[in-house]
Protein backbone atom coordinates (compact mmCIF):
# COMPACT_ATOMS: atom_id res chain seq x y z
CA UNK A 1 0.00 0.00 0.00
CA UNK A 2 1.18 3.22 -1.09
CA UNK A 3 1.53 5.51 2.16
CA UNK A 4 1.22 9.53 2.11
CA UNK A 5 4.74 11.21 3.08
CA UNK A 6 2.61 14.32 4.50
CA UNK A 7 2.01 14.13 8.27
CA UNK A 8 -1.08 15.63 9.60
CA UNK A 9 -1.90 19.52 10.05
CA UNK A 10 -2.46 18.57 13.89
CA UNK A 11 0.92 17.08 14.26
CA UNK A 12 2.44 20.40 14.39
CA UNK A 13 3.32 22.50 17.57
CA UNK A 14 0.72 24.49 19.18
CA UNK A 15 1.44 28.47 19.29
CA UNK A 16 0.66 31.02 21.11
CA UNK A 17 1.14 34.86 20.30
CA UNK A 18 0.49 36.13 23.90
CA UNK A 19 2.81 32.65 25.62
CA UNK A 20 -0.53 31.11 27.14
CA UNK A 21 -0.79 34.11 29.29
CA UNK A 22 -4.16 33.64 31.14
CA UNK A 23 -6.58 36.74 32.89
CA UNK A 24 -5.85 35.62 36.07
CA UNK A 25 -2.43 35.80 35.69
CA UNK A 26 -3.04 39.51 33.82
CA UNK A 27 -5.29 40.58 37.32
CA UNK A 28 -2.59 39.10 39.77
CA UNK A 29 -0.16 41.64 37.62
CA UNK A 30 -2.10 44.28 37.58
CA UNK A 31 -2.72 44.22 41.69
CA UNK A 32 0.64 43.77 41.96
CA UNK A 33 2.09 46.35 40.07
CA UNK A 34 -0.33 48.92 41.49
CA UNK A 35 1.13 48.04 44.79
CA UNK A 36 4.52 48.29 44.08
CA UNK A 37 3.83 51.84 42.34
CA UNK A 38 1.72 52.61 45.45
CA UNK A 39 4.47 52.28 47.40
CA UNK A 40 7.28 53.46 45.48
CA UNK A 41 5.41 56.90 45.60
CA UNK A 42 3.53 57.03 48.96
CA UNK A 43 6.01 54.77 50.39
CA UNK A 44 3.33 52.82 52.38
CA UNK A 45 2.27 49.53 51.58
CA UNK A 46 -1.38 48.99 51.01
CA UNK A 47 -3.83 46.43 51.13
CA UNK A 48 -6.24 45.62 48.34
CA UNK A 49 -9.61 43.93 49.79
CA UNK A 50 -11.74 42.19 47.48
CA UNK A 51 -14.73 44.90 48.13
CA UNK A 52 -12.14 47.68 47.27
CA UNK A 53 -13.36 49.94 44.45
CA UNK A 54 -9.85 50.26 43.43
CA UNK A 55 -9.16 46.44 43.34
CA UNK A 56 -12.80 46.13 41.29
CA UNK A 57 -11.30 48.96 39.36
CA UNK A 58 -8.43 46.83 38.07
CA UNK A 59 -10.13 43.55 37.69
CA UNK A 60 -12.37 45.42 35.41
CA UNK A 61 -9.48 46.81 33.48
CA UNK A 62 -7.61 43.44 33.25
CA UNK A 63 -10.78 41.68 31.62
CA UNK A 64 -10.95 44.54 28.73
CA UNK A 65 -7.07 44.22 28.36
CA UNK A 66 -7.33 40.68 28.08
CA UNK A 67 -9.87 40.59 25.64
CA UNK A 68 -6.99 42.95 23.68
CA UNK A 69 -4.51 40.23 23.85
CA UNK A 70 -6.80 37.60 22.30
CA UNK A 71 -7.51 39.32 19.51
CA UNK A 72 -3.93 39.74 19.01
CA UNK A 73 -3.34 35.86 19.46
CA UNK A 74 -6.10 35.63 17.03
CA UNK A 75 -4.65 37.47 14.58
CA UNK A 76 -1.27 35.98 14.83
CA UNK A 77 -2.86 32.61 14.03
CA UNK A 78 -5.10 33.82 11.23
CA UNK A 79 -1.65 33.78 9.10
CA UNK A 80 -1.43 30.30 10.27
CA UNK A 81 -2.45 27.25 8.42
CA UNK A 82 -3.70 25.09 11.43
CA UNK A 83 -5.74 27.65 12.93
CA UNK A 84 -6.69 30.05 10.59
CA UNK A 85 -10.39 29.99 9.47
CA UNK A 86 -12.96 31.81 7.23
CA UNK A 87 -11.65 34.71 4.94
CA UNK A 88 -8.23 34.56 6.13
CA UNK A 89 -7.73 30.96 5.57
CA UNK A 90 -9.47 31.86 1.51
CA UNK A 91 -6.44 34.18 1.63
CA UNK A 92 -3.61 31.83 3.01
CA UNK A 93 -5.20 29.23 -0.19
CA UNK A 94 -4.91 32.74 -2.35
CA UNK A 95 -0.84 31.59 -1.89
CA UNK A 96 -1.23 28.27 -4.17
CA UNK A 97 -4.21 29.38 -5.88
CA UNK A 98 -6.56 27.55 -3.74
CA UNK A 99 -10.04 28.67 -3.64
CA UNK A 100 -13.01 27.57 -1.96
CA UNK A 101 -15.34 25.54 -3.96
CA UNK A 102 -18.85 26.70 -3.79
CA UNK A 103 -22.23 24.87 -3.55
CA UNK A 104 -22.86 22.13 -6.49
CA UNK A 105 -25.99 20.30 -7.56
CA UNK A 106 -26.34 16.69 -7.49
CA UNK A 107 -26.30 14.75 -10.74
CA UNK A 108 -27.88 11.36 -12.09
CA UNK A 109 -29.11 9.85 -14.70
CA UNK A 110 -32.15 10.29 -16.13
CA UNK A 111 -33.80 7.31 -18.38
CA UNK A 112 -36.50 8.59 -20.54
CA UNK A 113 -39.19 5.57 -21.89
CA UNK A 114 -42.13 5.19 -24.45
CA UNK A 115 -44.19 2.00 -24.45
CA UNK A 116 -43.33 1.30 -28.14
CA UNK A 117 -40.63 1.88 -30.23
CA UNK A 118 -41.37 4.66 -33.51
CA UNK A 119 -40.34 4.84 -36.62
CA UNK A 120 -38.23 8.23 -36.20
CA UNK A 121 -35.94 9.11 -33.51
CA UNK A 122 -37.49 11.08 -30.29
CA UNK A 123 -35.43 14.09 -29.39
CA UNK A 124 -34.87 15.26 -25.73
CA UNK A 125 -34.07 18.58 -25.32
CA UNK A 126 -30.74 20.07 -23.26
CA UNK A 127 -32.31 21.22 -19.82
CA UNK A 128 -35.48 19.32 -19.75
CA UNK A 129 -36.62 18.87 -15.91
CA UNK A 130 -37.75 16.04 -14.03
CA UNK A 131 -38.57 16.34 -9.94
CA UNK A 132 -40.12 14.49 -7.38
CA UNK A 133 -42.74 17.05 -6.68
CA UNK A 134 -40.44 19.16 -4.34
CA UNK A 135 -39.64 21.86 -6.19
CA UNK A 136 -36.35 20.72 -6.69
CA UNK A 137 -35.56 20.29 -10.47
CA UNK A 138 -32.67 18.25 -12.31
CA UNK A 139 -32.24 18.91 -15.61
CA UNK A 140 -30.29 16.87 -18.66
CA UNK A 141 -26.85 18.28 -19.25
CA UNK A 142 -27.11 17.48 -23.03
CA UNK A 143 -29.70 16.70 -26.11
CA UNK A 144 -30.23 13.07 -26.49
CA UNK A 145 -32.68 11.21 -28.69
CA UNK A 146 -34.43 7.52 -28.53
CA UNK A 147 -33.38 6.00 -31.78
CA UNK A 148 -35.32 4.51 -34.19
CA UNK A 149 -36.18 1.08 -32.98
CA UNK A 150 -35.21 1.90 -29.39
CA UNK A 151 -37.72 2.37 -26.30
CA UNK A 152 -35.75 5.02 -24.09
CA UNK A 153 -32.49 6.58 -23.54
CA UNK A 154 -30.16 7.40 -20.34
CA UNK A 155 -29.42 11.22 -19.79
CA UNK A 156 -27.03 12.64 -17.67
CA UNK A 157 -28.80 15.68 -15.35
CA UNK A 158 -27.87 18.19 -13.05
CA UNK A 159 -29.69 19.67 -10.18
CA UNK A 160 -30.39 23.08 -10.63
CA UNK A 161 -30.58 24.00 -6.86
CA UNK A 162 -27.04 23.45 -5.19
CA UNK A 163 -26.40 21.84 -1.62
CA UNK A 164 -25.92 18.33 -0.57
CA UNK A 165 -29.56 18.20 0.39
CA UNK A 166 -30.14 17.66 -3.27
CA UNK A 167 -28.74 14.16 -2.82
CA UNK A 168 -31.39 13.11 -0.97
CA UNK A 169 -33.54 11.25 -3.18
CA UNK A 170 -33.17 6.83 -3.95
CA UNK A 171 -33.27 5.57 -6.94
CA UNK A 172 -36.60 6.01 -9.01
CA UNK A 173 -37.81 8.89 -7.18
CA UNK A 174 -37.69 11.91 -9.92
CA UNK A 175 -39.95 10.59 -11.77
CA UNK A 176 -42.26 13.52 -12.35
CA UNK A 177 -41.32 15.45 -16.10
CA UNK A 178 -41.93 18.88 -15.80
CA UNK A 179 -41.18 19.86 -19.39
CA UNK A 180 -43.25 17.81 -21.10
CA UNK A 181 -41.52 16.05 -24.30
CA UNK A 182 -44.10 14.17 -26.88
CA UNK A 183 -44.19 10.63 -27.31
CA UNK A 184 -42.31 10.47 -23.45
CA UNK A 185 -44.22 7.83 -21.07
CA UNK A 186 -42.06 7.64 -18.75
CA UNK A 187 -38.82 8.73 -16.96
CA UNK A 188 -37.02 8.12 -13.48
CA UNK A 189 -33.70 8.51 -11.97
CA UNK A 190 -31.79 4.89 -12.35
CA UNK A 191 -28.87 6.31 -10.13
CA UNK A 192 -28.68 7.92 -7.13
CA UNK A 193 -28.08 11.55 -7.07
CA UNK A 194 -24.74 12.23 -5.76
CA UNK A 195 -22.37 15.20 -6.02
CA UNK A 196 -24.00 17.87 -4.31
CA UNK A 197 -22.19 19.67 -1.83
CA UNK A 198 -22.72 22.97 0.36
CA UNK A 199 -20.20 25.29 0.63
CA UNK A 200 -16.76 24.11 1.07
CA UNK A 201 -16.16 23.72 5.09
CA UNK A 202 -12.74 25.40 6.17
CA UNK A 203 -11.69 21.79 7.19
CA UNK A 204 -11.96 20.79 3.77
CA UNK A 205 -10.05 23.79 2.50
CA UNK A 206 -7.40 23.57 4.68
CA UNK A 207 -6.62 20.22 3.78
CA UNK A 208 -6.50 21.20 0.10
CA UNK A 209 -4.29 24.10 0.47
CA UNK A 210 -1.85 21.65 2.91
CA UNK A 211 -1.82 19.35 0.07
CA UNK A 212 -0.92 21.58 -2.95
CA UNK A 213 2.61 21.34 -2.94
CA UNK A 214 1.61 17.44 -4.25
CA UNK A 215 -0.20 18.84 -7.33
CA UNK A 216 3.10 20.64 -8.56
CA UNK A 217 4.41 17.00 -9.78
CA UNK A 218 3.69 14.78 -12.66
CA UNK A 219 4.99 11.55 -11.70
CA UNK A 220 1.41 11.02 -10.28
CA UNK A 221 2.64 10.50 -6.63
CA UNK A 222 0.20 9.27 -3.97
CA UNK A 223 0.26 12.64 -2.72
CA UNK A 224 -0.62 14.11 -6.19
CA UNK A 225 -3.80 11.82 -6.67
CA UNK A 226 -5.16 12.21 -3.53
CA UNK A 227 -4.56 16.71 -3.69
CA UNK A 228 -6.93 15.95 -7.20
CA UNK A 229 -9.33 13.24 -5.40
CA UNK A 230 -10.01 15.74 -2.88
CA UNK A 231 -9.72 18.63 -5.78
CA UNK A 232 -12.62 16.90 -7.32
CA UNK A 233 -15.71 17.77 -4.76
CA UNK A 234 -15.72 19.08 -0.84
CA UNK A 235 -17.17 16.50 0.68
CA UNK A 236 -14.42 13.73 -0.03
CA UNK A 237 -13.36 13.15 3.77
CA UNK A 238 -10.84 9.89 3.47
CA UNK A 239 -8.77 8.64 0.41
CA UNK A 240 -6.90 5.75 0.28
CA UNK A 241 -4.09 4.99 -2.86
CA UNK A 242 -2.80 1.72 -4.10
CA UNK A 243 -1.03 0.40 -6.53
CA UNK A 244 -1.56 -3.16 -6.64
CA UNK A 245 0.54 -3.82 -9.91
CA UNK A 246 2.78 -1.24 -11.87
CA UNK A 247 0.96 1.99 -13.91
CA UNK A 248 -2.25 0.45 -12.24
CA UNK A 249 -3.42 3.43 -9.90
CA UNK A 250 -6.53 2.31 -7.66
CA UNK A 251 -8.37 5.37 -5.50
CA UNK A 252 -11.08 4.50 -2.50
CA UNK A 253 -12.56 6.71 -1.14
CA UNK A 254 -15.09 8.31 1.67
CA UNK A 255 -17.69 11.22 1.56
CA UNK A 256 -18.66 13.51 4.58
CA UNK A 257 -19.40 11.42 7.32
CA UNK A 258 -18.23 8.41 6.57
CA UNK A 259 -20.62 7.65 3.17
CA UNK A 260 -19.75 5.32 0.88
CA UNK A 261 -19.77 6.75 -2.53
CA UNK A 262 -22.41 5.32 -5.56
CA UNK A 263 -22.15 4.94 -9.00
CA UNK A 264 -22.83 8.97 -10.02
CA UNK A 265 -19.64 9.87 -7.37
CA UNK A 266 -17.25 7.33 -8.80
CA UNK A 267 -17.95 7.83 -12.39
CA UNK A 268 -17.61 11.55 -12.15
CA UNK A 269 -14.19 11.04 -10.00
CA UNK A 270 -12.90 8.78 -12.24
CA UNK A 271 -13.75 11.04 -15.45
CA UNK A 272 -11.76 13.87 -13.74
CA UNK A 273 -8.92 12.60 -12.72
CA UNK A 274 -8.78 10.27 -16.42
CA UNK A 275 -7.81 14.27 -17.91
CA UNK A 276 -4.53 14.51 -19.49
CA UNK A 277 -3.42 17.67 -16.82
CA UNK A 278 -4.02 14.95 -13.98
CA UNK A 279 -3.26 11.43 -15.16
CA UNK A 280 0.27 10.59 -16.43
CA UNK A 281 0.21 9.02 -19.40
CA UNK A 282 1.46 5.64 -18.26
CA UNK A 283 -1.17 4.99 -15.57
CA UNK A 284 -4.12 3.53 -15.77
CA UNK A 285 -6.65 5.15 -13.30
CA UNK A 286 -8.95 3.33 -11.56
CA UNK A 287 -11.70 4.37 -8.68
CA UNK A 288 -14.12 1.95 -6.43
CA UNK A 289 -15.76 2.68 -3.21
CA UNK A 290 -14.51 0.99 -0.49
CA UNK A 291 -16.02 -2.85 0.71
CA UNK A 292 -17.95 -2.47 3.17
CA UNK A 293 -17.13 -4.95 6.46
CA UNK A 294 -20.14 -4.70 8.94
CA UNK A 295 -19.89 -5.60 12.50
CA UNK A 296 -22.06 -5.36 15.58
CA UNK A 297 -22.26 -3.67 18.59
CA UNK A 298 -23.96 -5.66 21.69
CA UNK A 299 -22.92 -4.21 25.04
CA UNK A 300 -23.80 -3.64 28.39
CA UNK A 301 -22.34 -0.86 31.31
CA UNK A 302 -22.85 -0.02 34.37
CA UNK A 303 -23.14 3.31 36.34
CA UNK A 304 -21.67 4.03 39.95
CA UNK A 305 -24.13 4.12 42.89
CA UNK A 306 -22.02 7.50 43.92
CA UNK A 307 -23.35 8.99 40.22
CA UNK A 308 -27.04 7.70 40.89
CA UNK A 309 -27.81 11.38 41.07
CA UNK A 310 -26.69 11.93 37.53
CA UNK A 311 -27.22 8.74 36.26
CA UNK A 312 -29.85 10.03 33.18
CA UNK A 313 -27.12 12.25 32.23
CA UNK A 314 -24.60 9.70 32.12
CA UNK A 315 -27.20 7.37 29.83
CA UNK A 316 -27.84 10.20 27.31
CA UNK A 317 -23.76 10.07 27.12
CA UNK A 318 -23.25 7.25 26.80
CA UNK A 319 -25.69 6.89 23.69
CA UNK A 320 -23.40 9.65 22.15
CA UNK A 321 -20.33 8.32 22.83
CA UNK A 322 -21.82 4.94 20.92
CA UNK A 323 -22.75 7.16 17.85
CA UNK A 324 -19.07 9.00 18.06
CA UNK A 325 -17.91 5.66 17.84
CA UNK A 326 -19.50 4.53 15.06
CA UNK A 327 -18.98 7.86 13.39
CA UNK A 328 -15.09 7.33 14.23
CA UNK A 329 -15.21 3.95 12.76
CA UNK A 330 -16.54 4.56 10.01
CA UNK A 331 -14.08 7.79 9.02
CA UNK A 332 -11.42 5.89 7.60
CA UNK A 333 -10.63 3.30 5.09
CA UNK A 334 -8.51 0.37 6.62
CA UNK A 335 -9.37 1.42 10.33
CA UNK A 336 -9.12 -1.63 12.36
CA UNK A 337 -12.28 -2.46 14.23
CA UNK A 338 -11.31 -1.51 18.15
CA UNK A 339 -13.78 -2.19 20.59
CA UNK A 340 -11.21 -0.49 23.30
CA UNK A 341 -12.24 2.50 21.60
CA UNK A 342 -15.46 2.25 22.38
CA UNK A 343 -14.55 1.06 26.14
CA UNK A 344 -12.55 4.32 26.79
CA UNK A 345 -15.59 6.49 25.19
CA UNK A 346 -17.85 5.04 27.56
CA UNK A 347 -16.16 4.72 30.20
CA UNK A 348 -15.39 9.47 29.54
CA UNK A 349 -19.11 9.16 28.94
CA UNK A 350 -19.22 8.46 33.05
CA UNK A 351 -20.50 4.78 33.22
CA UNK A 352 -17.99 2.86 35.88
CA UNK A 353 -17.62 -0.11 33.29
CA UNK A 354 -18.92 -1.76 30.32
CA UNK A 355 -19.31 -5.40 29.32
CA UNK A 356 -18.72 -5.40 25.41
CA UNK A 357 -19.70 -9.02 23.65
CA UNK A 358 -19.08 -7.59 20.28
CA UNK A 359 -17.36 -5.78 18.29
CA UNK A 360 -14.37 -8.19 19.05
CA UNK A 361 -10.98 -6.39 17.56
CA UNK A 362 -11.01 -7.26 13.63
CA UNK A 363 -8.32 -6.28 11.31
CA UNK A 364 -9.52 -4.43 8.41
CA UNK A 365 -7.79 -3.97 5.18
CA UNK A 366 -6.81 -1.25 3.26
CA UNK A 367 -9.62 -1.53 0.89
CA UNK A 368 -12.25 -1.49 2.88
CA UNK A 369 -13.90 0.32 5.83
CA UNK A 370 -16.13 -0.58 9.07
CA UNK A 371 -19.65 -0.35 8.85
CA UNK A 372 -22.12 -1.12 11.66
CA UNK A 373 -24.82 -3.05 11.05
CA UNK A 374 -26.90 -3.29 14.10
CA UNK A 375 -26.31 -1.99 17.88
CA UNK A 376 -27.98 -3.34 21.07
CA UNK A 377 -26.67 -1.42 23.90
CA UNK A 378 -28.32 -2.01 27.17
CA UNK A 379 -28.23 -0.29 30.77
CA UNK A 380 -27.45 -2.37 33.40
CA UNK A 381 -28.09 -0.48 36.61
CA UNK A 382 -25.75 1.08 39.38
CA UNK A 383 -23.06 -0.77 40.84
CA UNK A 384 -21.07 -0.07 44.38
CA UNK A 385 -17.75 2.35 43.26
Known sequence: MALSSLKSIKDYPEISFMDNYTIEKLSDDMISWFKEKHKEVTGKDIVLGKADDRRIILLAGAYYIFQGYMYMDDAGKMGLLKYSRGNYLENLGALKHIYRKPATGSTTTIRFEMNAPRVSAIGIAKGTRVTAGDNVYFATDEYAEISVGQTYVDVSATSTTTGA??????????????????????????????????????????????????SYSTAGSVDSYEYFTRQYS???????????????????????????????????????????????????????????KKYSIRLKYYINTSDQARANSIQLKVTQAVAEYIAWQRAEIGRDINPDVLKQKIVEAGAKRADIDTPIFTIIDSNSVAGVEEQTVTYGGLEND
Open 165 to 214: VTNNYDIGDLSTVVDIVAFIDSAKNITKPENGSDVESDESLRQRIYIAPA
Open 234 to 292: ADISNVRITSPEPGVVQIRYLLKDGVIPETESINGLKEYLSSSDIRPLTDKVEVFAPTQ
